[in-house]
């Protein structure tokens, strides 16, 4: 049984993440991940260069991102497919929209309304309350969690080395059995090597506007959130092995990649009710008429008919070039079998013949 690490955070998350996304990919190939999910807060900004180190390389990324939310606990999201990743950026976008630069403003109520085809995991707390137990607020916000994402929801499960890993993690355990939601094994990894904590803790301080004497708790604790080895996972959660199989089923459910994505012309909106190539025609007429006048020269009128007929043919119907035409810069369509301009129209009638 394998092991696909799924809370990857790196320095695209501003002033938290220690390592580039190529040094995260080298190193999950280097200890032979089959597949890694880059989760960045609120941000789908690093999967980018991490897709472009993983094509070097025998692996593969799950595009995804933890949302960071205003009223609920915090959650990681993974797209199946295409159409989800679309949803979640739509998502992160109407966020974005909503604060200044460097925030992101989501509620549960948007990440309901984009959750389609999107499986979550909600990053728990690192600590219990005095009882040793969640506190009441957050088992509510589980519970409605549960009820809105259904099968689509896990748990997930950090040793993060703080004294307090397996009464933590026995919560969770009894958490899931509670709302019959999954237990899934995550490393919470900030940097691709040990020695890129003091690096870690620095980016820390400038977050925090302090120095490393008063940043206190405000710093993690050790060193333990690099990326760790599939055996080193699987020692770490021996007596929780459904933990690490489920990061195996989430990460095969996760078939979406970013070479899907192709450029899609936007549909063109113009008032006169015609299609594109319609409009692009009578544009055309429209320019020619305007520089010649009413008569327009034959080799001309053989031009145009021979370059509209090109562009019908083989440029694709959804595809409009609308040529502007201006009465203090005419501007004319040139067409060439390899590509279509702009360019001013020659004020001398010669350079048509």
């Known amino acids: 049984m394998g092991y696909s690490e799924l809370q990857v955070t790196s320095n695209f998350s501003f002033l938290r993440g220690a390592s580039h996304p ?3 990919i080298d190193r999950a190939a280097e200890f032979g991940y089959k597949k890694i999910a880059i989760t960045d807060r609120n941000t789908l900004a690093g999967i980018v260069r991490a897709h472009a180190a993983a094509r070097e390389k025998e692996i593969s990324i799950i595009p995804a991102c933890r949302l960071d939310l205003l009223d609920g606990p915090s959650l990681l999201a993974y797209p199946t497919d295409r159409e989800s990743y679309g949803r979640l950026s739509a998502l992160l976008t109407l ?6 630069k460097g925030s992101c403003h989501i509620s549960r109520e948007d990440v309901y309304a984009h959750s389609s085809g999107i499986i979550f995991t909600v990053v728990m707390p690192d600590q219990l309350n005095r009882r040793f137990e969640f506190e009441n607020d957050f088992i509510s916000a589980v519970s409605e969690y549960r009820e809105a994402f259904g ?3 896990y748990l997930s499960a950090t040793r993060s080395y703080m004294g307090n890993d397996d009464k933590l ?11 019959n939601t999954p237990v899934v094994a995550t490393g919470d990894v900030h940097y691709h090597d040990p020695s890129r ?4 803790d620095v980016l820390t301080c400038v977050r925090e506007k302090c120095t490393i004497k008063e940043a206190g708790f405000r710093l993690h604790q050790n060193a ?4 760790k080895p599939e055996e080193e996972m699987k020692r770490l959660f021996r007596k929780y092995p459904s933990a690490i199989k489920n990061t195996l089923i989430i990460s095969e459910a996760c078939n979406f990649s970013l070479d899907e994505l192709k450029y899609v012309y936007p549909e063109e909106i113009n008032k006169s009710g015609r299609s594109p190539l319609e409009e692009l025609e009578h544009l055309t007429w429209n320019g020619a008429h305007a520089f010649y006048g009413e008569v327009i020269p034959e080799k001309v009128v053989r031009m145009v008919h021979h370059e509209m007929e090109f562009v019908k043919r083989w440029i694709m119907p ?6 502007r ?9 040139v067409f060439c079998a390899r590509d279509v301009v702009l360019r001013p129209i020659p004020r001398s009638v010669s350079a048509w013949a």
């Not at 026995?170 to 899931?176: E, M, V």
């Open 197 to 200: 904590r003091e690096l870690q």
């Open 169 to 179: 993690i026995f919560q969770i355990s009894q958490l899931s059995a509670r709302f």
């Open 318 to 323: 959804t595809i409009s070039f609308l040529w």
């Open 22 to 24: 190529h040094e995260l």
């Open 224 to 227: 333990e959130r690099y990326m």
């Open 325 to 333: 035409i201006s009465c203090a810069k005419p501007v004319a369509a």
């Open 151 to 153: 099968d689509q929801l």
């Open 95 to 100: 966020g974005n929209m909503r604060a200044e």
